[in-house]
């Protein structure tokens, strides 16, 4: 234990600079986390987080899981049925497309609005795939799964064999 660790330093004091503190390595990390915050800054974000939507889990989703049916709902705002696609394969429900951008590209141009392709997976459970059913309307996707009648079991044992 070290002499420096018996003193009870406040955060914002520092010790006098140490050859840590001119690690090359160490600069170019702050200096890179200096330069992502200064984007991220331009984007509506602080500092000290991700911008507020950041593009993350879009578009947004709402399920709503019955008795009889799951229900999934998507925005897809300014887009129609022929811009996005709905599969289900291997137990997954896929949903993507592509929003192309509106603007002509003449003048100065700022949006908050978000383009380009997407992709959303939603593991399925005890549903009949087979009898899924999507519709379009007012920039809401909704696909409707109705629920098997013989779930399947949450847990499967399986037996080691000795050899």
């Not at 406040?10 to 200064?38: G, V, Y």
């Not at 509506?44 to 950041?54: R, Y």
């Not at 795939?129 to 399986?158: C, H, M, Q, W, Y």
Request: hydrophobic share 35%; net charge negative; proline share 6%.
């Amino acid at each position: 234990m070290a002499i420096r660790d018996l003193i009870n330093w406040s955060k914002n004091q520092e010790l006098a600079p140490t050859h840590a503190s001119f690690d090359p390595f160490l600069t170019l990390h702050r200096e890179m986390n200096r330069l992502f915050d200064d984007v991220l800054r331009g984007f509506g974000g602080t500092s000290s987080s991700l911008p507020t939507d950041a593009h993350l889990g879009w578009p947004k989703l709402e399920l709503n899981d019955t008795e009889k049916a799951l229900t999934v709902s998507a925005e897809l705002p300014g887009m129609t049925e022929k811009d996005v696609q709905v599969e289900i394969a291997n137990g997954v429900l896929t949903i993507r497309g592509e929003k192309k951008a509106e603007h002509s590209g003449e003048g100065k141009y700022f949006t908050e609005r978000y383009y380009g392709a997407f992709e959303r997976q939603i593991p399925l459970q005890d549903v009949q795939e087979d009898k899924a059913e999507a519709s379009f309307k007012n920039g809401v996707l909704t696909i409707s799964l109705p629920k098997s009648e013989t779930p399947r079991p949450e847990i499967k044992r399986i037996t080691i064999n000795t050899q």
